[in-house]
């Protein structure tokens, strides 16, 4: 541990002086109005540092991820999440150096991140997310795989919202929450092409699927463990989805998308949580994300994500167990923009894959146009 200073720095300064003098220049805190987003010039200077420092930073054990975020003074600076239960975590922090090429560098605590669907338990308040609907539903609520159960539990998530290719709708969720059962297992099932999705979640329903209602079919697309989205969707059937896409709480979308930037104000609808807020506290994150292969599997793969999307989410009030699935939208009372697919967290932080990447992995699969309904 008493080498990582010095392994970061070569690392900074391999990518030449060029860096280092671009770097110099954003320590001081942005202007109010300035937008930290991917294109403020601050923003790509930490960025560089970042994909440079990234590939040493993972080497250790205690290290869950990296992202471009804010100092407590409000600066730039390069965030380094690490594991709060590690052995070596405090020699790891001292390890770290105050800052590199100008840029000041900061740890983060914290336990695990994990994918965020959902056993039994978890509670809502106010108008509840965790609710059989009647037809046609709302989206951000409890849904997922009908065949859900093993292992003495069941799963499931949430519904997040709709989206259409080739003039069809799909239900929007997470690949954990449709698609992960790929081992025969506790119930001797995997998902397959054409089984129904149900709202709400086995979880919601006492682990009785009758007690919920088909409201689309699994159409798989796989896109884990190999891409960098944690997507699935599922055909609406007809009468049974909001033809507009309106969300629980939220109401319809635009069918416009957003780019994030730090300190952005963010909304969600999904099933435990129910309507949360909360502000980008990192952008373009390099996150581990462990995966089962089933309802309380065994570990099948950990994801190393790259270009996500940081939120806030002190004491998991942003984003909890059977959230994930749930739509990231700007904080605007009416038709709010898109910005993220949120999948995984812990109890200080949420990550989302960032939209429109989701969208184009979609179409890609589909061999079409992927986008969100809405005005």
Not at 132 to 160: F, H, K
Not at 303 to 313: C, F, R
Request: charged share 15%; proline share 5%; glycine share 12%.
């Amino acid at each position: 541990m008493k080498h990582l200073s010095r392994v970061l720095r070569q690392a900074l300064l391999a990518r030449g002086a060029a860096l280092v003098v671009f770097a110099s220049t954003v320590v001081c805190a942005a202007p109010p109005a300035e937008l930290l987003d991917q294109t403020h010039h601050g923003v790509k200077a930490a960025m560089a540092l970042q994909s440079a420092i990234t590939p040493d930073l993972m080497k250790w054990p205690e290290v869950l991820g990296s992202a471009v975020g804010l100092n407590e003074a409000g600066q730039l600076a390069l965030v380094v999440f690490v594991d709060r239960d590690g052995a070596s975590r405090k020699d790891v922090i001292q390890a770290l150096p105050p800052a590199l090429g100008g840029i000041p560098v900061r740890a983060e605590l914290t336990d695990k991140i994990r994918a965020f669907a959902g056993k039994p338990g978890g509670g809502n308040v106010g108008i509840s997310h965790s609710a059989r609907q009647t037809a046609p539903i709302y989206l951000g609520t409890s849904g997922g795989w009908r065949y859900d159960l093993a292992n003495g539990y069941c799963c499931g998530g949430t519904l997040g919202s709709l989206i259409q290719v080739n003039g069809v709708q799909y239900i929007l969720s997470n690949y954990h929450v449709f698609e992960s059962d790929i081992v025969s297992g506790g119930n001797n099932l995997i998902a397959s092409d054409g089984n129904p999705v149900i709202q709400p979640g086995l979880i919601d329903v006492r682990c009785n699927a009758n007690s919920a209602q088909d409201i689309g079919t699994l159409v798989k697309i796989s896109a884990l463990p190999y891409s960098n989205v944690d997507a699935a969707i599922a055909q609406a059937i007809p009468g049974m989805v909001r033809p507009d896409g309106a969300i629980l709480e939220i109401g319809p979308l635009s069918s416009q998308t957003v780019a994030v930037f730090l300190n952005q104000a963010v909304k969600k609808s999904g099933r435990t949580t129910g309507l949360t807020r909360s502000k980008v506290v990192g952008l373009n994150a390099t996150i581990l994300v462990a995966y089962e292969n089933e309802c309380a599997g065994g570990a099948a793969f950990t994801k190393t994500y790259t270009g996500q999307i940081v939120m806030a989410n002190n004491g998991t009030k942003f984003l909890n167990s059977g959230d994930s699935g749930s739509l990231l939208v700007e904080d605007t009372a009416t038709t709010p923009r898109a910005a993220g697919l949120l999948y995984a967290g812990s109890s200080t932080t949420a990550v989302a894959n960032p939209i429109d990447e989701v969208m184009q992995y979609i179409g890609a699969m589909l061999g079409g146009s992927a986008s969100l309904v809405g005005n």
